[in-house]
């Protein structure tokens, strides 16, 4: 293993504490328990967005704290969730009284920690609603697995959340765009190389020189299919027609019911892509991918998206959404609407991403 | 001559004994088919735990599972946390105000633990989860206790059925989890949690047999 740290045990604070330095004028640092905040939280009467979810994946969460985005994140181990506590200290603390938004990535543990996060955090009277990202269409069904997972799309869904709180929405309302983002997001990724995690020294998976791993997270996880490395067009059009030709994809998920006072299942669809429809393509790098390939990607996925008739209306080209120092990247298609363009194209100051300003 | 608090403290410590010895074992396990740090994270916990006991020794067994359940759900991350802090919180809440335990008091214990895993984790038997040992070795406890056996010999008819149950996850095809997305993949491969579940009613029961043994 190599790599540019002190300690594998010490990856997370010092990474923590070097954030902390580097951008003073956007967030702070708490620690034990850990979170990122914005400098200038808590922010009265907005909704707080708060992300978070194993380490791993810089610049989400941490990165996309700022205005205009993520009034907090949590970040765990590194490909480890975070835990309730972590979630609760950093809701009390930017809680603006307006209520707290968790986007929560559909991974068990994340989804459990969340959930009991929100659950202590209304025994001490904040306002707290859960949604959930699963939005990766390498998992096929919902019914034999724990579902899609929340990969690229999770990055969208934080950016226009983050602005319809910006702008004063309620709630209910930033919910509401939330889960309307991730029923009209779609993403699939693939990986040349595994990665290592610090503190297991070793690669999570073994990749042949000429092999690549087709439909995998963002977790080191294998994926759904491993075969003979192709070329960047060859790959783009497997993973953009995944994407495009995607049926429509029904799942229960729990999300609390304020009214009841309790958690509800609710059976959600997502519609398949239509020609006609304005999206935002999203050619994200998993971390060891440079620069120099992702617009080539870009252009086979533009020449596919012209073929199948979707208007690509806003696009994201980056890393944004990694595995550590994986090679490889993933594709998202996001259907867009004039309010979501509005909320997209909204100012936006942090770390990771910013515009407009 | 019911179980005391210092027994369940003995337990407890056992059982850190037990998942620091087998810390490499479970993250091996997890590696096969998950992420690759559940002994790892379940160590963490553990040892997290035992630092939290000192001041609450001398409270009841409830004060005591309630501290191990909410220092497991902050330390152990992952599902593990939730599920075991879970588990441990729900155990505590049955024995809140008890110093001395019942055999009765120890089988509702594990019962609201296994309703605490359920209801937080969503998963049914034969998913290939710490369910598959937990449920065995509660309906063994219980199913003891009804004929008439000591606590010590039910305990170890429900460690003998976690093992069993988890042996049996072994063919299963995961649909719960990070194990879940392998499919097929998944078969063939023995589930952290339910071994992790199986090692810590192991350490009840060796606790229970010890005392028997003194006794």
């Known amino acids: 293993m190599k790599k540019l740290i002190n300690r594998p045990e010490d990856v997370v604070k010092e990474e923590l504490e070097g954030i902390a330095l580097a951008y003073p004028d956007l967030v702070k640092v708490h620690f034990n328990p850990n979170f990122i905040y914005r400098a200038d939280a808590p922010i009265k009467g907005k909704v707080a967005v708060i992300s978070g979810g194993g380490s791993g994946h810089e610049p989400m969460h941490g990165g996309f704290v700022g205005m205009g985005m993520l009034d907090a994140a949590c970040p765990g181990e590194v490909f480890t969730s975070p835990t309730p506590d972590q979630m609760l200290e950093a809701a009390k603390t930017v809680y603006g009284g307006a209520g707290v938004l968790f986007i929560v990535k559909n991974y068990t543990g994340d989804v459990m920690n969340f959930e009991m996060a929100a659950d202590m955090a209304r025994m001490e009277g904040l306002r707290v609603l859960n949604i959930l990202i699963d939005d990766d269409v390498a998992v096929k069904d919902s019914l034999y697995t724990a579902g899609r997972r929340g990969v690229g799309t999770t990055v969208l869904a934080e950016k226009i959340c983050g602005a319809a709180a910006e702008r004063g929405y309620d709630l209910k309302r930033v919910a509401d765009i939330c889960r309307r983002v991730n029923l009209n997001g779609r993403s699939m990724g693939m990986a040349l190389t595994p990665c290592t995690v610090p503190m297991a020294g070793k690669p999570t998976f073994e990749l042949g020189e000429d092999e690549m791993e087709v439909g995998i997270g963002i977790h080191g996880e294998p994926g759904r299919e491993r075969m003979k490395i192709k070329t960047a067009d060859e790959i783009t059009e497997m993973l953009a027609l995944s994407i495009i030709e995607d049926p429509e994809y029904r799942r229960t998920v729990r999300e609390f019911d304020e009214e009841k006072g309790e958690w509800v299942d609710v059976e959600l669809v997502s519609e398949p892509f239509r020609p006609g429809d304005r999206v935002l393509a999203f050619v994200n790098s998993m971390g060891g991918t440079p620069d120099i390939e992702l617009p080539i990607i870009y252009r086979k996925l533009h020449e596919i998206c012209e073929k199948k008739g979707l208007k690509i209306v806003r696009r994201l080209i980056g890393r944004y959404i990694t595995s550590l120092e994986m090679q490889g990247c993933s594709i998202t298609l996001l259907r867009m609407d004039d309010e979501l363009i509005d909320l997209w194209d909204a100012p936006v100051k942090t770390p990771g991403l910013r515009w407009g300003v | ?215």
């Open chain 2, 1 to 215: 001559m019911p179980a005391t608090t210092q027994d369940l403290l003995t337990c407890l410590y056992r059982m850190a004994e037990v998942i620091e010895a087998n810390r490499e074992f479970l993250t091996q396990l997890d590696a096969a088919i998950g992420d690759a740090d559940h002994g790892i994270n379940m160590d963490r916990g553990f040892k997290a735990a035992l630092k939290k006991l000192p001041p609450v020794e001398d409270k009841d067994a409830g004060t005591i599972l309630k501290t191990v359940g909410v220092t497991l759900v902050s330390t152990v991350g992952g599902a593990g946390g939730p599920l075991y802090g879970t588990a441990f919180m729900q155990a505590g809440t049955v024995l809140g105000g008890k110093y001395e335990l019942e055999p009765q008091d120890v089988l509702a214990a594990l019962e609201a633990a296994l309703q605490g895993v359920v209801m937080r984790g969503k998963a049914n038997l034969g998913d290939k989860t710490m369910v598959d040992a937990l449920t065995p070795a509660v309906n063994a406890l219980r199913e003891a206790l009804r004929n008439g056996a000591s606590l010590a010999d039910a305990l170890e008819q429900a460690a003998a059925a976690a093992e069993q149950g988890m042996k049996d996850t072994i063919p299963m095809l995961a649909k719960k989890g990070r194990a879940s997305y392998l499919g097929e993949r998944s078969i063939g491969h023995q589930d952290p949690g339910a071994t992790s579940t199986y090692l810590l009613l192991r350490a009840i029961a060796d606790v229970a047999r010890e005392k028997q043994g003194r006794a």
